[in-house]
């Protein structure tokens, strides 16, 4: 039989240590003790309608669900070494959220935490919205489906990626990833997908100068792009673009098929450039 805390308040170190098989409700976490990892090694617990302000309050924790809770920007490293999760209807705001997990589901939930979702693998974000400068660095696995994203250094060194029907505003997105398929998506950034590899978007809006440059097996299918100068400089591409490009610099193989295209300039490059810019 489960056991169940209700209507509680703990602030000492390592309150719920091991806490296992429990339901946690109307609890908080914080107080003049200041004590950390409240919960480490919990193992099958459900949290509800809690709010969490002491740091590391999730470590190593085996098999949880968090629902309607929220995570202070006191929580610092809230979720870290966990795996089995499912998050839902949350607020989290702990900087460094979610590193080197397995397998954590969250829906419907606002995140906004630096560094969010670090070295961790099995990762699916829908239908929330979250802000990070630096968001999923050297992960694996990851799907992300009706997210509004917002942020600077994201997706880096990252491996099976894929995203659907969202919005991200970002910057130096994609680099050095491998094996990412982006569809269905506006794409915000400056300096897009550089040295990625495998990288795929299909059916996706591009906004942003110097995208899609140094990279490999890239592939366009029946994209937009707007703001897009200097294009696919030194890359490897097959690319079907509806609409206007505003230039396309030094394409290193493969072919660009492009409604229109103010320039396309082939020159000074610093190594042998064989593709191709065609105008439908």
């Known amino acids: 039989m489960r056991k169940e805390?209700?209507?509680?308040?703990?602030?000492?170190?390592?309150?719920?240590?091991?806490?296992?098989?429990?339901?946690?409700?109307?609890?908080?976490?914080?107080?003049?003790?200041?004590?950390?990892?409240?919960?480490?090694?919990?193992?099958?617990?459900?949290?509800?309608?809690?709010?969490?302000?002491?740091?590391?309050?999730?470590?190593?924790?085996?098999?949880?669900?968090?629902?309607d809770s929220k995570l202070n920007e006191g929580c610092r490293a809230p979720i870290w070494y966990a795996k089995d999760g499912i998050i839902t209807d949350s607020d989290i705001h702990g900087t460094k959220a979610i590193r080197e997990c397995e397998n954590i589901k969250i829906s419907d939930c606002t995140i906004t935490s630096e560094e969010f979702g670090w070295k961790s693998s099995?990762?699916?974000?829908?239908?929330?919205?979250?802000?990070?400068?630096?968001?999923?660095?050297?992960?694996?696995?990851?799907?992300?489906?009706?997210?509004?994203?917002?942020g600077k250094y994201s997706f880096q060194y990252m491996e099976n990626l894929t995203i659907r029907n969202s919005v991200l505003d970002t910057k130096d997105a994609f680099w050095h990833s491998k094996n990412v398929t982006v569809e269905n998506c506006v794409v915000k950034g400056e300096?897009?997908?550089?040295?990625?590899?495998?990288?795929?978007?299909?059916?996706?809006?591009?906004?942003?100068?110097?995208?899609l440059c140094y990279c490999k097996d890239l592939t366009l299918k029946n994209c937009t792009m707007e703001g897009t100068d200097l294009?696919?400089?030194?890359?490897?591409?097959?690319?079907?673009?509806?609409?206007?490009?505003?230039?396309?610099?030094?394409?290193?193989?493969?072919?660009?098929?492009?409604?229109?295209?103010d320039e396309v300039i082939m020159e000074d490059a610093v190594m042998e450039c064989t593709g191709k810019v065609i105008l439908r």
């Open 5 to 67: 805390i209700m209507g509680k308040q703990f602030d000492e170190e390592r309150a719920l240590y091991h806490l296992t098989g429990t339901d946690v409700l109307d609890c908080i976490f914080d107080g003049p003790a200041d004590g950390e990892s409240a919960l480490k090694e919990a193992r099958n617990v459900r949290l509800e309608n809690c709010t969490f302000s002491l740091r590391y309050p999730l470590w190593h924790t085996d098999g949880f669900h968090l629902h």
């Open 122 to 150: 099995g990762i699916t974000v829908t239908d929330s919205t979250l802000n990070a400068q630096y968001l999923f660095f050297d992960s694996r696995d990851v799907v992300l489906d009706k997210v509004k994203m917002t």
């Open 191 to 211: 300096y897009l997908g550089w040295f990625s590899e495998g990288l795929t978007l299909i059916g996706c809006k591009i906004v942003g100068t110097q995208p």
């Open 231 to 261: 294009a696919f400089e030194y890359s490897d591409v097959q690319a079907s673009i509806l609409g206007h490009v505003d230039s396309i610099k030094n394409p290193r193989s493969g072919e660009i098929i492009v409604d229109s295209v």
